[in-house]
């Protein structure tokens, strides 16, 4: 399992130019005949319309490409095809021969099905989950009986060039449970002491692998619950949120549904948080409101925290020169240094950047707050 950070920043890298990369995605959510046949569906108008767009590329480019398709085709189809549950709720796949990527994305996160064929891949999707909430340690604590669980909200397992069968370690819903439970019959003080300290090498062990502490969730019932929190250290706590509903004595999918629900909260107050602080931080040129202040904010290299309405859909140029991005998606030559110019999605450039960059990558499906920001927002280093 790598980290979805690992992941993204192994796609952002790839520029396949003169060549080009197929990005599959596939909502793998059927409930019945109907959504499988929608989706087969979906998927064959896309192949058959990405092949008749294939003649405006070189000739051995398009055959390398065609090939491409063929194989995320072949791929989609054959997870369409599976009676049962693939055990993932959404599969990515991405395929460029010119540059030997070939690459599946397994996640329990939520995708569309769509195909997108272009100079890079399309990372979007799994970028909107790369953010603080990706990875949390969840602690539920009873007198004699503290249990740890390690969640991904995105759940995401990546296989290079393997085309895996569902690993069974792996639990519905993007659970992954590392310990059950801890019994220890001892004095109530000492157990919570060694949860602490087994809670507090988890947290290091994810901070050291990931380059990022991890957030916590601390659940069960009072006076467990603060006698667990005076033994744990500042910098677990600092990350911790705090939840006394969590029922101890119920059972894990239980407590792991809870943990949904709270982070998802989570999630969406920090989102709405984060706009807030890019409104207030763009007053003192720290943070960026609209298309062109974000823009320049990522040629520059100072994304912190991007912010992305879900529909935002603007077009934009980048100079396949200098790299630059612009607003303008008419123009014909880099206003900075003459070189010709692609059409891009913003949307997808500016994802790019971020990840590149290492910011944390926000999708906001209610855009109120982002209105009057024409759907983005940041944070910014420096
Ligand atoms: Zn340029």
Same mark, same amino acid.
């Given at each position: 399992m790598q980290p979805l950070d690992t992941i993204l920043k192994r796609l952002a890298?790839? /520029?396949?130019?003169p060549n080009a990369v197929v990005s599959l995605y596939l /909502?793998?959510?059927?409930?019945d005949e109907q959504q499988r046949e929608r989706a087969r569906l979906t998927l064959k108008r896309a192949v058959a319309d990405a092949i008749q767009g294939l003649? &405006?590329? #070189?000739r051995e480019v398009a055959e390398s490409l065609e090939r491409d398709l063929a194989r995320a085709e072949e791929h989609a189809m054959s997870v369409i095809k599976q009676r049962r549950d693939v055990g993932f709720e959404g599969i990515a796949a991405f395929y460029c021969e010119a540059k030997g990527l070939d690459m599946i994305v397994l996640s329990h996160a939520t995708m569309p099905t769509k195909l997108h064929v272009g100079p890079r891949p399309e990372i979007w999707p799994l970028a909107r989950f790369a953010n603080d909430f990706e990875i949390a340690l969840v602690a539920v604590v009873e007198t004699d009986e503290t249990r740890i669980f390690e969640v991904a909200l995105s759940g995401v397992l990546a296989e290079e060039s393997v085309e895996a069968?569902? #690993? /069974?370690?792996v639990q519905r819903g993007g659970w992954r449970q590392l310990r059950i439970q801890k019994h220890i019959a001892d004095h109530i003080l000492h157990h919570h002491q060694q949860a602490a300290r087994e809670l507090c090498a988890r947290f290091d062990g994810i901070s050291a692998g990931r380059g990022r502490a991890p957030r916590v969730v601390l659940g069960g019932r009072e006076p467990m619950l603060a006698s667990l929190e005076r033994t744990l250290p500042e910098r677990v706590l600092m990350r911790a949120i705090r939840s #006394? $509903?969590? /029922? #101890? $004595?119920? &059972?894990t999918s239980e407590v792991l549904e809870q943990v949904r629900e709270i982070l998802a909260l989570a999630v969406r107050r920090t989102q709405s948080e984060l706009i807030h602080l890019a409104k207030e931080a763009a007053a003192v040129g720290r943070g960026a409101l609209g298309v062109a202040p974000v823009i320049q904010a990522a040629n520059a290299g100072r994304l912190w925290q991007l912010v992305v309405d879900e529909r935002f859909q603007k077009e934009g140029s980048r100079c396949t020169r200098c790299d630059l991005l612009f607003s303008q998606s008419f123009a014909e030559s880099c206003p900075a240094c003459a070189g010709s110019v692609e059409a891009v999605s913003l949307r997808d450039e500016l994802t790019r950047r971020a990840v590149l960059v290492g910011a944390d990558v926000y999708a906001v499906d209610d855009s109120g707050e982002l209105a009057n920001c024409e759907g983005v927002a940041a944070t910014l280093k420096y």
């Open positions: 890298q790839v /520029d396949a130019r /909502d793998a959510r059927w409930n003649h &405006s590329f #070189p069968d569902v #690993p /069974d370690r #006394p $509903k969590i /029922d #101890p $004595k119920g &059972s």
